[in-house]
């Protein structure tokens, strides 16, 4: 049985809006907020936020991180990817 493509999954756990808001994941969640979601190729879970942006067409080598510090939040508009040490700097800000 072949599973539905990721982003048709993706896309119905959000519950999107305006463009500046933040788009919060409503299905699976790690403790610390942030969404998880099933990718049948790679045959594990991963994180919502990055599987967002690389929907959104962009490459992710390193960390996806939030302008609106909001976990759940898979709102493209919202992420950026970054560097540990940009994550860490983030953290303090």
Known sequence: MKSR??????????????????WEWQANTQSDGYGMIWHSERGRMVLAHRVSVRLDGRDVDDKVLHHCDNPPCVNPNHLYVGSQSDNMRDATD
């Open 5 to 22: 493509p990721l982003a048709e999954r993706f896309w119905e756990k959000v519950d999107d809006g305006a463009e500046d808001e933040c």
